[in-house]
């Protein structure tokens, strides 16, 4: 199905137009042009979809907020705008159009549950977000797009005021300040995921639980599954070799 | 004994299944900030004495106040914090139009800090759920969010 909606037609990295053009030869309209822009990465729109889904999953079931993918949702955005035009231009009544409309809902929802289980995560870990920001080092990418900072820096900002002038401020002097990076539970980076492995992965050492176990390491194959915590495995979500299920 | 309004704050959200918000207790935080005053003063001068008059055997009063102190502050925030977890939860379950027996139980600050958190969240978050406003057609599961706020109406026509 996906396929059938989207065109298999190679698009650039920037995803400009080159869209839904099947799918506009079969409602009878005329195409659109795509602008040759061209960065290094290019993608059909069933793989930017399928990215999304794999970035939406991580999202879900890692106890930390991720990498921000700001690149998948402006151009998932953007195919929804071309798919809505196009859309819109068709003779109503085809059945055809039930059936995009619908696969667009789908792709819609996903976004913004991916958007959504992003800001919840922001909103429970605000000061340890804001302080990983802060320390992050040179080449590493964000985990928040600038929308996602601001909220998050607003949000702190709104908290601190709000305890100052409700209790805060009313309290002897030396009591004033409360350490929100301390008092605010971190995440568990200790709790346990499902994962299925993309790319075979040797030697991943994995740290013992209690004092009596001693480290170990394992070979992860491609197509295995497993349950395993996360810490161990946090660098290879970020690197796509695995992915969360 | 010290604490025991502070303890009583915190015990009054425990008791309270998720989901709920009881009352803003303003009266009990009052009682806890001007305990906690009295203990502060009541140090303040101790603390002078020591100094001045080599009162040692002061001391552990002075150290057991100051952990009073600590606890009743501890206990303050987490009594303010949960309520504003509790406040964030029912936000994301009801959208931006609470219901008014809530706004009841919410101190003004509450309410504040809640609107600014609100305006920050539609430009972000919502904006993808309500691009398309004006179309009369929408399967059900997207307009009951909408429904429940007021924002539109189901026609039946």
């Known amino acids: 199905m996906r396929d059938d909606v989207l065109p298999e037609r190679q698009i650039p990295g920037n995803c400009k137009a080159g869209g839904p053009e099947r799918m506009a030869e079969e409602l009878d309209l005329p195409g659109q042009d795509s602008e040759e822009g061209g960065e290094e990465v290019v993608l059909t729109p069933a793989e930017l979809i399928e990215r999304l889904e794999q970035a939406w999953l991580n999202e879900k079931f890692a106890p930390e907020l991720l990498e921000s993918k700001s690149e998948i949702v402006e151009c998932v955005m953007e195919q929804l705008d071309h798919m809505e035009e196009n859309l819109r231009r068709a003779k109503k009544g085809d059945l055809k159009v039930s059936i995009h409309r619908m696969e667009m809902e789908r792709i819609r929802y996903v976004l913004s549950s991916y958007l959504r289980c992003r800001l919840m995560k922001i909103e429970k870990f605000f000061p340890h977000v804001l302080e990983k920001e802060k320390t992050r080092p040179e080449g590493e990418p964000p985990s928040l797009s600038p929308e996602e900072f601001a909220f998050a820096r607003e949000y702190m900002a709104n908290t601190e005021t709000y305890l100052r002038n409700v209790a805060l401020k009313h309290m002897p002097p030396n009591l004033q300040k409360v350490a929100l990076l301390q008092a605010v539970p971190k995440p568990d980076l200790d709790s346990y995921v499902f994962l299925r492995v993309k790319e075979r992965q040797e030697n991943i050492l994995v740290e013992p639980e209690s004092d009596e176990q001693r480290d170990y390491v394992i070979d992860l194959e491609e197509g295995s599954q497993h349950l395993i915590r996360y810490k161990t495995i946090a660098p290879l979500v970020a690197s796509g070799a695995v992915q969360l299920i | ?157």
């Not at chain 2, 015990?11 to 009352?23: N, T």
């Not at chain 2, 931006?96 to 504040?112: D, G, I, K």
């Open chain 2, 1 to 157: 004994m010290f604490c025991e309004k502070a303890m009583e704050l915190v015990r009054e959200l425990h008791r309270a299944p998720e989901g709920q918000l009881p009352a803003f207790n303003e009266d009990g935080l009052r009682q806890v900030l001007e305990e906690m005053k009295a203990l502060y003063e009541q140090n303040q001068s101790d603390v002078n004495e020591v100094k001045s008059g080599g009162r040692n055997d002061l001391i552990p009063t002075i150290k057991f106040r100051h952990c009073s102190l600590l606890r009743n502050r501890r206990c303050s925030v987490a009594y303010l914090y949960d309520r504003l977890l509790r406040i964030r939860a029912l936000r994301w379950e009801y959208g931006s139009v609470l219901p008014n027996a809530l706004r009841f139980h919410m101190s003004a600050e509450e309410v504040r800090c809640l609107k600014d958190y609100g305006e920050f969240e539609v430009d972000d978050g919502i904006s993808v759920l309500l691009k398309k406003n004006s179309q009369h057609f929408l399967p059900r599961w997207k307009c009951e969010q909408l429904i429940r706020q007021g924002v539109l109406e189901h026609v039946w026509s």
